[in-house]
């Protein structure tokens, strides 16, 4: 079994930034991609990043590319989601996920199998 523990989330002005860590406990990642969802209140769970399992690949929602950066630190079992220039419509509950696959994250909820908890992110104007 896998345990993800997202952590770093808060409340920041439009503008501010946030880092975004996800622990994990149990297994190791490193054979994994991994990936960043969020969901607001109301909304369905979206698709924010992913990055391949040694970290050399990865994709990025739209919406969050050029301000948002995902990387992991495999020795520390630890992912990363670096965000700046946010915005009010960043405000969601983010999640880490572990991915089906290795060297593509996939882009859909249904391409990960553990989850964790989420962390609530909420910009204000």
């Known amino acids: 079994q896998v345990q993800l523990v997202e952590s770093g989330g808060g409340l920041v002005q439009a503008g501010g930034s946030l880092r975004l860590s996800c622990a994990a406990s149990?297994?190791?990642?490193?054979?994994?991609?991994m990936g960043w969802f969020r969901q607001a209140a109301g909304e369905e769970r979206e698709f924010v990043a992913n990055?391949?399992?040694?970290?050399?690949?990865?994709s990025y929602a739209d919406s969050v590319k050029g301000r948002f950066t995902i990387s992991r630190d495999n020795a520390k079992n630890t992912v990363y989601l670096q965000m700046n220039s946010l915005k009010p419509e960043d405000t969601a509950v983010y999640y880490c996920?572990?991915?089906?696959?290795?060297?593509?994250?996939?882009?859909?909820?249904?391409?990960?199998?553990?989850w964790g908890q989420g962390t609530q992110v909420t910009v204000s104007s």
């Open positions: 996920a572990r991915s089906k696959y290795s060297t593509v994250g996939g882009l859909h909820t249904h391409d990960y199998d553990y």
């Open positions: 149990g297994r190791t990642l490193s054979d994994y991609a």
């Open positions: 990055i391949n399992n040694r970290g050399g690949f990865t």
